[in-house]
């Protein structure tokens, strides 16, 4: 079966654009449909938004042109059948770097345009994973978040003196990273422009900005002149050029050509780009390549989804930098893939080894890095930068892997390549991010390292000091 799911055509640019709308609510049984033009539907979250943004407009010198509509719309069309949570996602910052498994995170202060849901609807996406258990994931759609609550965060922060939660982080022009729970660039934005209105904010107030996305939407016509070179850089993911197995693993994201395609615009538009093989996918079963005593009863096997190729491709677009991200998988996301693919993934994974966490399927770190210098030495042989996320792998994982990174600086690689890029949330001190969550019981994995400077300098008399009195960050005698 899996050999008839291979041949599978790659998306043509028009078929995930049918996701742009919402589907209609089922009509009410026992009495006719009543269309929303035949009788009055009460929008009072729509007009509560309409007064709150006369209000802005008035006090902020940022004037914004946005048609909030859409906000009615969706209040019309979900009054027979309401959306769980409502048509508005509120909270749309986060600062989620008190956690343990991403506390040395540079861009850890995070913004999402829509809640509850993702179009793109991958089979391995944590976020997927975490709301569907709530109820929230895509039922029945992904929502846009209020656009006032980031405009008059803004307006406080630095139009005003008054009091704002967010005014020390703010005011450091700690970048921001849009892209985290959903993407922010699916489709829907071409109707909604919630996005283009967040990046027309971000550039009246000169704030810094990454963007992560796996939709080609970003290279679009009407978004291109919106991204300023000098805030804003957008990370591709792209787990795979192999698109019959990307149809089936991201079945509403387009597809790598796609991607490839939209890559290359912007890289000749001068913004600067990378692409995120984030998750990265084994080809083996963990300890083919580091284990001397692998052994196998059978045929091994294999799993040709993330592969070499895409360093190749990747370059042939003009983008000189990639980031690595070593998959981890929790058991609803292998459920889900096992399913897409019609065979069972649990094989490459070794859990009476590697056993970090109940829910999480992880790597051995030797297998990990081996594949990292494998991408490394493609990525020099082709002239492309390589870097390393450790996000989901462990605190080791950010120190281990930093002699692989092209920016000793910053593991996104968009320090000295974007002249807004000053700061990070490394700076941020631990007990300032607590203020972001409602878990204050986290404390520091390694309070010693958790602010140290990245840099080779720095970092080569960091790495003498701990061998010397600790043999070692994670307790070896090599790093």
């Given at each position: 079966?899996?050999?008839?799911q291979l041949?599978?055509p790659s998306?043509?640019?028009t078929?995930?654009l049918?996701?742009i709308?919402p589907p209609p609510p089922a009509?009410t049984?026992g009495?006719?449909e009543?269309?929303?033009?035949?009788r009055e539907i009460p929008t009072?979250?729509?007009?509560?938004l309409?007064?709150?943004?006369?209000?802005?407009d008035?006090?902020?010198?940022y004037?914004?042109?946005?048609?909030?509509?859409i906000f009615?719309?969706l209040?019309m069309?979900?009054a027979d059948k309401?959306?769980?949570?409502g048509?508005?996602?509120s909270?749309?910052?986060?600062?989620?770097?008190?956690?343990?498994?991403?506390?040395?995170c540079?861009?850890?202060?995070?913004?999402?345009?829509y809640?509850?849901g993702?179009?793109h609807n991958c089979t391995?996406?944590?976020?997927k994973?975490?709301?569907?258990?709530?109820?929230?994931?895509?039922?029945?759609a992904?929502?846009?978040?209020?656009i006032?609550?980031?405009r008059?965060?803004?307006?406080?922060?630095?139009?005003t003196?008054?009091k704002?939660?967010?005014?020390?982080i703010?005011e450091q022009k700690?970048?921001?990273?849009?892209?985290?729970?959903s993407d922010s660039f699916?489709?829907i934005?071409?109707k909604y422009?919630?996005s283009?209105?967040?990046l027309?904010?971000?550039n009246f107030y000169q704030?810094?900005?990454?963007?992560?996305?796996?939709?080609d939407?970003?290279?679009?016509?009407?978004?291109i002149?919106?991204i300023d070179?000098n805030?804003?850089?957008?990370?591709?993911s792209?787990?795979?050029?192999n698109d019959?197995l990307?149809?089936?693993?991201?079945p509403?994201?387009a597809?790598?050509?796609?991607?490839?395609?939209a890559l290359?615009?912007?890289v000749?538009?001068?913004?600067w780009?990378?692409v995120?093989?984030?998750?990265?996918?084994?080809?083996?079963?963990?300890g083919y390549?580091?284990n001397?005593n692998?052994?196998w009863e059978g045929?091994?096997?294999?799993?040709?989804?993330?592969?070499l190729d895409i360093?190749?491709?990747?370059a042939?677009t003009?983008?000189t930098?990639?980031?690595?991200?070593?998959?981890r998988?929790s058991?609803f996301?292998?459920n889900?893939?096992?399913?897409?693919l019609?065979r069972?993934?649990r094989?490459?994974?070794n859990?009476a080894?590697?056993y970090?966490s109940?829910r999480?399927?992880h790597?051995?770190?030797p297998?990990?890095r081996h594949y990292?210098?494998?991408y490394k030495?493609?990525?020099?042989?082709?002239?492309?930068?390589?870097?390393v996320?450790?996000?989901g792998n462990?605190?080791?994982?950010f120190?281990k892997?930093q002699d692989?990174?092209?920016?000793k600086k910053?593991?996104?690689?968009i320090?000295?390549k974007?002249?807004s890029f000053?700061?990070?949330?490394?700076?941020?001190g631990?007990?300032?991010?607590?203020?972001?969550?409602s878990?204050?019981s986290?404390t520091p994995?390694?309070?010693?390292?958790l602010?140290?400077?990245l840099g080779?300098?720095?970092q080569?008399?960091f790495?003498?000091e701990?061998i010397?009195?600790?043999?070692?960050?994670?307790?070896?005698?090599s790093?």
């Open positions: 079966m899996l050999d008839n041949n599978t998306q043509s640019p078929s995930i049918p996701l709308n009509p049984v009495r006719p009543i269309s929303t033009e035949d009072p979250t729509y007009d509560r309409i007064i709150e943004a006369a209000k802005l008035a006090a902020s010198k004037k914004s042109k946005f048609d909030y509509k009615k719309n209040e069309r979900y309401p959306i769980r949570g048509i508005v996602k909270n749309p910052l986060k600062l989620v770097n008190s956690h343990s498994s991403c506390q040395q540079l861009y850890a202060f995070e913004i999402d345009t809640g509850r993702c179009m391995y996406c944590y976020a994973a975490e709301l569907t258990v709530h109820g929230y994931w895509n039922n029945p992904p929502v846009p978040v209020n006032n609550e980031i008059k965060i803004f307006y406080t922060v630095f139009e003196s008054k704002s939660k967010w005014r020390a703010m700690i970048p921001l990273r849009i892209g985290c729970m699916m489709w934005d071409a422009k919630l283009q209105e967040l027309k904010i971000l704030y810094p900005y990454t963007i992560i996305t796996r939709s939407l970003i290279a679009h016509d009407s978004y002149p919106l070179k805030l804003g850089s957008v990370q591709f792209l787990s795979s050029i019959p990307n149809k089936l693993l991201e509403g994201a597809s790598a050509e796609r991607r490839l395609q290359e615009k912007l000749k538009s001068g913004i780009t990378a995120r093989i984030n998750p990265m996918f084994p080809n083996f079963p963990d390549y580091s001397p692998f052994k045929q091994i096997p294999t799993l040709n989804y993330s592969t360093v190749d491709a990747v042939d003009g983008c930098a990639i980031i690595a991200g070593f998959g998988f058991s996301s292998i889900n893939m096992n399913r897409a019609n069972e993934l094989v490459f994974f859990r080894q590697i970090k109940s999480d399927y790597f051995s770190e297998e990990i990292y210098e494998l030495k493609r990525c020099k042989e082709n002239a492309v930068e390589f870097t996320c450790y996000i462990g605190e080791s994982e120190w892997h692989l990174w092209s920016n910053d593991c996104c690689n320090k000295g974007v002249c000053k700061t990070d949330s490394r700076s941020i631990f007990n300032e991010r607590l203020k972001f969550i878990k204050n986290y994995v390694d309070s010693e390292r602010h140290i400077a080779v300098e720095d080569k008399k790495k003498r701990i010397s009195t600790k043999g070692g960050p994670s307790g070896e005698t790093v």
